[in-house]
């Protein structure tokens, strides 16, 4: 009622909140860049965040929470190389 949508449980909420939702949508939709990633392990993190950080700056977002914490611009200092 009155416009507010509840989620049944923990499983429903978990699916609708991903933090990967929008790797999910690359190439299903133009809200998703094609350059987005979702990284589910470290090795996986370590071989290809760097590639991605060549290309220019990145934004990181850890997969717990919403309140705005764990958010990370990223981007390489002129002469850190």
Do not use: C, H
């Not at 589910?40 to 991605?52: A, D, G, H, L, T």
Request: proline fraction near 5%; avoid cysteine.
């Amino acid at each position: 009622k009155g416009g507010v949508v509840g989620l049944p449980n923990p499983d429903a909420m978990q699916k609708y909140g991903a933090k990967d939702a929008l790797a999910k949508l690359v190439n299903k939709t133009t809200y998703a860049l094609p350059d987005t990633k979702a990284y589910y392990s470290v090795q996986e993190f370590k071989s290809n965040f760097p590639k991605m950080l060549a290309v220019g700056e990145r934004v990181l977002k850890q997969n717990r929470g919403s309140t705005g914490e764990g958010i990370w611009r990223v981007v390489i200092l002129s002469g850190f190389f």
